[in-house]
């Protein structure tokens, strides 16, 4: 079995309905190629959620 092929994990059958590229937030389809966003969300959500209570520093 050639390592170079890897099974789809359940969590990538989750993301497929939406770009990968592009900010988790349901209504924003802004685009991570700014650099600002991480974990998936855009600058401006990515900062909504921190500033929202998910403090872990
Ligand atoms: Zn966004």
New binding site residues.
Partial sequence: MPNSVQPPTPSDSELADYDPDT???PD?E?SLDDGE?YDG??G??ADQRETSGAQSA
């Fill in positions: 900010c988790d937030a924003c802004n966003g969300y855009c401006s959500h």
